[in-house]
Each structure stands twice: as structure tokens, then as C-alpha cells.
T-cell receptor, first 113, second 118 residues
Framework: AQRVTQPEKLLSVFKGAPVELKCNYSYSGSPELFWYVQYSRQRLQLLLRHISRESIKGFTADLNKGETSFHLKKPFAQEEDSAMYYCALSGLITSGGSYIPTFGRGTSLIVHP | GAVVSQHPSRVICKSGTSVKIECRSLDFQATTMFWYRQFPKKSLMLMATSNEGSKATYEQGVEKDKFLINHASLTLSTLTVTSAHPEDSSFYIC??????????????FGSGTRLTVV
């Protein structure tokens, strides 16, 4: 089985403050992890994935296999970062050979001016 | 980039009727499509995975006779909610993968369909 846990439903910070959205996963194999973001009234979109080790919109996330975590971080939050963030894991394979993504319940980030 | 079009965006139907939701990949071939249900303030719940040309694989607890999924082509998957009831009211989202490995580039999502059964 594969599971993704996002312990915080809501994270509220002020502009300029550091942000860390937590994500822990459970999977026996070698997972691929993603962060997706959903801005108000928009569709889910990929923010970043661990294999690319990139920084998008100032966000970074490092896969820590020892702690089975993939926390999303940004040193200085902006108001436009306010959105719903979902951590996702891709590990299990369907009979057709496709990888099945599992999502965490999401964390709502609110950045106050 | 990859685009997935989902229609309709909103639909209201009477209890007992059926509703079809379409999910199209516009600029890539989606060998695999996923259908999710999103509850308010909760996560995306994977309902089923469909591979083009084969039967969909349903998650535990999802009624396959109620949520009919057809993935007849590499660019189109449909979800039909049959004999809809008010408790089926929800937000349904499709997602597509080009199948190039483990979601290389991630999964592309449709904009979702808000279904209200009255």
C-alpha cells in the first residue's frame, strides 16, 4: 500500500515569513514524489517533483528517505502563494503498467499581508 | 504543455438520471487516465484507473456499475454516473498520464466537474 500524510489542514503565515508544508509518505518501494498546487478557482497543477530537484516559485522540497518525508519549503512567503497544496506519491503499478498516484488530504496555505 | 479538457464544468441533474463527464487530452496521448472525487476540505479520492482499450480498475468501495468508465481512445475517457443520487453530488476530477514512465512531468488534471443531484 502507499499512503501520503499531510498533518496540517491549514497553515497561516504572514508575508515574508518562512513556510514549511509537511508531507510524510509510506511506501515499501522507491517512490516518486510530487507537490501539486490548486489556486482558487483553478485546476490542480504540478508544482514540483523530487526527481528534478528544482525550485519553482521559490519553493523547494527534499526527499528524506530516512524520515520518509517530502516537506515543501519557501523562505519568504508571498500573498500569491495562498492556495491548496497537495503532496502526492507515485509508486504502485496498475496491471497496465501505469503508476498510480496517491494524494495527501491537502494543506491550505494562507499568507496574510 | 500538456492540457486536459474536462466537460462539463458544472451539471445539475435529477435524482435517478445519468450524467456523463468527458475528459480529453488535447495535445498528447493519454494511455492512462485517473478519475478522482474531491470532497470538501478533503483529499482527492482515487475512484478508478483506466487504460486505453481495457477495462477500468476500480478502487475498493467504488461501485463499478454506478460509475461507468470508458477509455475508448488515447485522448478520451468518460465517466458516467448512473442513476444518480444526492449523495453522488461532488466534485469529480480527471487526470491523465502519457504513460512515459512514472508520470514523467507529473500528471495533468482537468478543471473538474461539479455535479449536483437534486
Amino acid at each position: 500500500a502507499q499512503r501520503v500524510t499531510q498533518p496540517e489542514k491549514l497553515l497561516s503565515v504572514f508575508k515574508g515569513a518562512p513556510v514549511e508544508l509537511k508531507c510524510n509518505y509510506s511506501y515499501s518501494g522507491s517512490p516518486e514524489l510530487f507537490w501539486y498546487v490548486q489556486y482558487s478557482r483553478q485546476r490542480l497543477q504540478l508544482l514540483l517533483r523530487h526527481i528534478s530537484r528544482e525550485s519553482i516559485k521559490g519553493f523547494t522540497a527534499d526527499l528524506n528517505k530516512g524520515e520518509t518525508s517530502f516537506h515543501l519549503k519557501k523562505p519568504f512567503a508571498q500573498e500569491e502563494d495562498s492556495a491548496m497544496y497537495y503532496c502526492a506519491l507515485s509508486g504502485l503499478i496498475t496491471s497496465g503498467g501505469s503508476y498510480i498516484p496517491t494524494f495527501g488530504r491537502g494543506t491550505s496555505l494562507i499568507v496574510h499581508p | 504543455g500538456a492540457v486536459v479538457s474536462q466537460h462539463p464544468s458544472r451539471v445539475i441533474c435529477k435524482s435517478g438520471t445519468s450524467v456523463k463527464i468527458e475528459c480529453r487530452s488535447l495535445d498528447f496521448q493519454a494511455t492512462t487516465m485517473f478519475w478522482y472525487r474531491q470532497f470538501p476540505k478533503k483529499s482527492l479520492m482515487l475512484m478508478a484507473t483506466s487504460n486505453e482499450g481495457s477495462k477500468a480498475t476500480y478502487e475498493q468501495g467504488v461501485e463499478k456499475d454506478k460509475f461507468l468508465i470508458n477509455h475508448a481512445s488515447l485522448t478520451l475517457s468518460t465517466l458516467t454516473v448512473t442513476s444518480a443520487h444526492p449523495e453522488d453530488s461532488s466534485f469529480y476530477i480527471c487526470s491523465a498520464s502519457g504513460g512515459a514512465g512514472r508520470g514523467v512531468g507529473g500528471y495533468t488534471f482537468g478543471s473538474g466537474t461539479r455535479l449536483t443531484v437534486v
